[in-house]
């Protein structure tokens, strides 16, 4: 329809829309004043949103305090047969990271990625990136975000454990945590995977001790 051949009330209103949409979408290119402007050289691109059907899928659900959480992850980690992809924010509980050197000692294919705060000392203890990489596991440090928040494990290339659980001792015991771990649910974990690829084409390796 031509501008021309609306009527006044409606050319305001058609106008009116475009100038908000326009807005909307400088507000989305031009972060506020003083908002961490990202500086990545990713190998990758973003991969796509995935709206995904799981069908023959098994979810269990997990809650801290006074879950069961480290046990799930700790058997999940113990199940695993050819693969495990990690990404981690804080990852001090040390119980996983000797159960990822475990899975690797018996031939289970493990990377790790972390946050940056992981590839520095903490409370008189080494970085979590030096103990993972000890263990003889690959692990990437993403820095050019202003935290890599992710917790996600993909194991054998079909199931997912997720949440806002961090892979520490407090998230076990002392917060408010939620844990989703869904088996069977390969084409959910290939998309997990993309996320987990993209991410270590952003991120360095770690050279650390």
Request: charged residues 15%; contains cysteine.
């Amino acid at each position: 329809m031509r501008l021309q051949s609306m009527g006044i009330a409606a050319r305001v209103l058609l106008l009116a829309a475009l100038t908000t949409l326009s807005v909307g979408v400088a507000a989305q290119a031009h972060p506020p004043s003083g908002h961490f402007v990202l500086q990545e050289s990713c190998r990758l691109p973003h991969p796509p949103q995935s709206a995904i059907i799981l069908t023959g899928a098994e979810a269990t659900v997990d809650f801290s305090p006074g879950g069961e959480g480290d046990t799930l992850i700790l058997d999940a980690i113990a199940a695993a047969r050819t693969s495990i992809r990690v990404q981690a924010y804080s990852f001090s509980d040390r119980r996983i990271q000797r159960a990822l050197g475990v899975a690797r000692m018996r031939g289970v294919d493990v990377e790790v990625i972390l946050d940056k705060s992981d590839a520095e000392s903490y409370e008189h203890h080494r970085p979590v990136a030096a103990v993972i990489t000890a263990a003889g596991i690959p692990v990437w440090i993403d820095a050019s975000v202003r935290i890599a928040h992710n917790k996600v494990m993909i194991i054998d290339g079909a199931d997912v454990i997720t949440g806002s659980y961090n892979f520490t001792y407090a998230a076990a015991y002392d917060n408010a945590e939620n844990l989703l771990y869904i088996r069977n649910a390969p084409t959910l974990a290939q998309a997990y995977l993309a996320n987990w690829n993209w991410r270590r084409s952003c991120a360095q390796a770690y050279r650390g001790n």
